[in-house]
């Protein structure tokens, strides 16, 4: 009997670590992945479905009114016979307003309620912080998003995936309509003509590549300018309408899709806007619609993740309640599950990280002062936001479940209200205590624009961190993770900005090309590498790589002064927290769309970078973690 070949942690971190968990992890029918970061989501989502269960059979237990209205959202989304009994009727009266539009002179008239509706429009306008000035509000505009994952699906060379999926998608569009009153040929009409306006919206935005860039998001132009070029639509009107004054300039995230505009939406192009609008409306209201609607809505993200079957009606329940009201839900979960002595600890460690941080900056090699100074002063400025806020946003005051209405209705008229409300915030000052995720979401993140680092709740668990954990290992989890987030203020992003999250450049020109021509080094370490599911694009993935080679330098440097560090377990658990099994669907699709590299990547590609690794594991060259001296990349 030949024996077994075990991996060795030289040549493999990722499965020296998680080999075994990823040989007995089986991924469920309804998910894309399992372990890591989804398996904590599945145990928040357990527990809290358990929670919504026994508070909806005692819902006078419920002392705070807004976690009331989730319960009873929650109750409403589970009522599958009322569901199934309304059918497709609540849409009906949407897709035949959209129906009714005669010309381009019909919906201009009508174009403020078809925002505030949420109906499906050419172009996407809404308010946020203003980057140059973040305490203040703007105007931005950019373009429709497309069926695809990517605008590159749609390149040449890519024909045979995007038939294969732009197939998936039409069958089931083709399904959705057979419950709308249309004839058969129009059936057939809609959605020739809904793929036809998508595939001129290809040409005309950005790929994910060039979102990632986020600060070049920002391209201020003036109003004459923006109304010239998004004629026919009346956008002057539409401003006043929106917010009774016109604004000297608008924020044009994507100007490409700006200039090229006229070719996308015109009076001959207008029956391919209306059709393409119709049925983004019943994709996109399938899921709140009858169970047969909801499982036939569900084909196209199920073909493009892996899935062999959608979530159960309780899942849902729980992902809509918890994603509309998702503060007070999340205040209830951090209350509830987080303790003080968590909360305590882990703030230490990232007080330590950042004075850390300070340190290993004063003493960088390719900084001149004034920029050392400056990056001094932006994590003096970083504001931490950690478990769960203090209290909800005041707008889920406003926020109504009303039995009489379906579900679809009641969703509706609560984005109607959040709508409404983000754009009545343009001429207020932006609030910088609001929090960017909820307290039951396991994940966390730095907000370039306003300097701070949130941290929820739920990611506050082994293995990431434990208070049972020794310090050496919370530092290769959670600690490492406080240290991402804080380098991505740091990252070829949020370097753009300043102290106060101010778009502002505070580089000298000298200390910029040295940053430059390292994280050009960085994305070389990672381009063109060959996974099973297709290649990484080193200049996609840049960003959250320099946060993990910036987590780990922070929290490697913080071991050499800690009493008793054992940097087997650092590194240990470093490889563990990057635990995932996902499904090759779901992997392909990771890699067009998600800014992250691919989880055995995370693990296996940073320690290379660090001489605590090869110390620590006695790594030499002819181990498959080694890289050479010349080729290691530490940038901050």
Not at 281 to 304: D, H, K, Q
């Amino acid at each position: 009997m030949i024996e077994e070949k075990k991996v060795r942690v030289q040549d493999d971190l990722y499965m020296y670590v998680n080999g075994k968990t990823l040989d007995e992890l089986v991924i469920p029918d309804d998910k894309p992945a399992t372990g890591g970061f989804n398996t904590l989501n599945t145990n928040v989502e357990k527990t809290l479905i358990e929670d919504f269960n026994a508070m909806v059979v005692a819902t006078e237990g419920v002392d705070d009114p807004n976690l009331a209205k989730a319960v009873k959202l929650y109750a409403k989304v589970k009522d599958v016979k009322k569901r199934n009994k309304d059918g497709i009727k609540p849409i009906l009266k949407y897709l035949k307003k959209i129906d009714s539009l005669k010309d381009v002179k019909a919906l201009n008239r009508n174009l403020k309620d078809f925002i505030l509706v949420g109906y499906p429009l050419p172009f996407d306008i809404g308010v946020d912080a203003d980057f140059k000035d973040t305490t203040k509000h703007c105007v931005m505009i950019g373009g429709p998003s497309i069926i695809l994952p990517d605008t590159t699906y749609y390149k040449e060379g890519m024909e045979q995936t995007k038939d294969a999926l732009l197939g998936v998608w039409s069958g089931m569009v083709s399904k959705l309509l057979t419950y709308t009153k249309l004839s058969a040929e129009d059936q057939a009409k809609y959605l020739k003509d809904a793929l036809a306006f998508d595939a001129i919206i290809a040409t005309l935005v950005k790929s994910q590549e060039e979102w990632s860039e986020y600060t070049k998001m920002y391209n201020p132009t003036k109003t004459s300018k923006v109304v010239k070029l998004l004629k026919p639509i009346k956008f002057k009107k539409l401003l006043e309408d929106l917010f009774g004054t016109i604004p000297e300039q608008i924020i044009v995230t994507d100007p490409r899709f700006l200039k090229g505009f006229s070719t996308l939406f015109n009076g001959e192009n207008f029956e391919l806007y209306k059709h393409w609008a119709y049925i983004k409306t019943i994709v996109s209201a399938s899921p709140l619609l009858s169970e047969e609607l909801r499982v036939i809505g569900a084909t196209y993200s199920n073909a493009l993740m892996g899935l062999a079957a959608v979530s159960s009606i309780e899942k849902q329940a729980y992902q809509l309640a918890g994603g509309v009201f998702s503060e007070p839900v999340g205040l209830y979960y951090g209350k509830k599950y987080f303790g003080e002595e968590a909360k305590k600890d882990v703030i230490d460690i990232v007080k330590d990280i950042i004075e850390t941080y300070k340190k290993r900056v004063s003493e960088n090699d390719f900084l001149e002062q004034s920029t050392k100074d400056k990056a001094i002063l932006k994590l003096s400025k970083i504001e931490v936001k950690m478990g769960y806020p203090d209290k909800c946003d005041e707008l889920y005051d406003k926020f109504e479940v009303l039995d009489e209405d379906s579900l679809f209705e009641c969703v509706n008229k609560i984005s109607s209200i959040r709508t409404a409300d983000s754009l009545s915030k343009l001429n207020e000052p932006v609030d910088r205590t609001k929090w960017p995720m909820p307290g039951h979401m396991v994940n966390a993140c730095y907000n370039p624009f306003t300097n701070d680092i949130t941290f929820p709740a739920a990611i506050l668990q082994a293995p990431f961190y434990s208070i049972k954990q020794t310090r050496s290992e919370n530092l290769g989890g959670i600690g490492a993770v406080i240290g991402h987030e804080i380098s991505h203020a740091f990252d070829n992003n949020g370097a753009n900005c300043d102290e106060n999250g101010n778009l502002n450049n505070w580089w000298t020109k000298n200390d910029l090309k040295n940053f430059k021509n390292k994280t050009k080094a960085m994305i070389k370490q990672f381009d063109g590498i060959e996974l099973p599911q297709g290649k990484v694009n080193g200049a996609f993935v840049v960003s959250e790589n320099i946060a993990d080679n910036g987590g780990m330098a922070v929290t490697l440097e913080i071991m050499k002064s800690l009493p008793g560090a054992n940097y087997e377990e650092y590194f240990l658990n470093w490889g563990r927290i990057w635990c995932a099994k996902q499904r090759p669907e779901y992997q392909k699709m990771l890699l067009s769309v998600d800014v992250h590299s691919p989880s055995v990547l995370r693990a296996n590609m940073q320690p290379r970078n660090f001489e605590e690794w090869y110390t620590t594991f006695d790594v030499k060259k002819s181990d498959e973690m080694y890289l050479a001296p010349s080729k290691r990349v530490v940038i901050w």
